[in-house]
């Protein structure tokens, strides 16, 4: 069975500043996809960026990119420029390719906070 | 746009007490699921539905029913709720449907917070 760990459960940032959050994960298939997305103090899950496991060029999405190794099985998001609102729960997630599930594992969560 | 919309937003049971956690979503998707969010633990999944008339247990369906009403619907029912029910859950949605479409992402609601005293 796949999973998922966030080796970081709390990270700090300074507004404007960059930070990067750990992500990686066990399994034997070779095509996946893996994804991020935050949940603000709303709850909401919110998506933030996916990367598909056979391409090798990383997904970006404006201050939002990624950095995806996969012999490593590492998908660490990086956020440039924080702002305030950046502070959230972040989950990464993993999802197989095989069967009609289509379901997401989750990581535990990195809950990061941006200082002004 | 509705999205995915969840009744209620919050519920308090006592031990034994049944209850029915609402889903529904106007996106028109295949496929529906049930997670329970608990401190520490991500997001673990109880049950999905990958069609209309289909339903197979997730990671924890232990103490839990579900539904596939129709293409919309997706209920959660809790028969003798316990205090490890305790949690917040969440309903999605996904277009999911065979290897083309898994790049579409979960689509969830606003989730339940439920207590078990």
């Known amino acids: 069975a796949q999973t998922v760990t966030q080796s970081q459960p709390e990270m700090s940032v300074q507004e404007a500043e960059t930070v990067t959050l750990s992500c990686t994960y066990d399994?034997?298939?070779?095509?996946?996809?893996l994804f991020w997305y935050k949940q603000p103090p709303s709850r909401q899950m919110i998506l933030v960026i996916r990367?598909?496991?056979?391409?090798?060029q990383n997904a970006t999405e404006n201050r939002f990119s990624v950095n995806f190794q996969k012999a490593a099985k590492s998908f660490s998001l990086k956020i440039s420029d924080s702002q305030l609102g950046d502070a959230a729960m972040y989950f990464c997630?993993?999802?197989?390719?095989?069967?009609?599930?289509?379901?997401?594992?989750f990581g535990k969560g990195t809950k990061l906070s941006v200082k002004p | 746009n509705a999205g995915v919309t969840q009744t209620p937003k919050f519920q308090v049971l006592k031990t034994g007490q049944s209850m029915t956690l609402q889903c529904a979503q106007d996106m028109n998707h295949n496929s529906m699921y049930w997670y329970r969010q608990d401190p520490g633990m991500g997001l673990r999944l109880i049950y999905y539905s990958a069609s209309e008339g289909t339903t197979d247990k997730g990671e924890v369906p232990n103490g839990y029913n579900v539904s596939r009403l129709n293409k919309r619907e997706f209920s959660l029912r809790l028969e003798s709720a316990a205090p490890s029910q305790t949690s917040v859950y969440f309903c999605a949605s996904s277009e999911a449907r065979g290897r083309a479409t898994y790049n579409s992402p979960l689509h969830f609601g606003n989730g339940t917070r439920l207590t078990v005293t």
């Open positions: 399994t034997s298939e070779s095509d996946y996809y």
């Open positions: 990367q598909e496991a056979y391409k090798q």
């Open positions: 997630a993993y999802r197989s390719v095989r069967g009609s599930q289509g379901n997401l594992i």
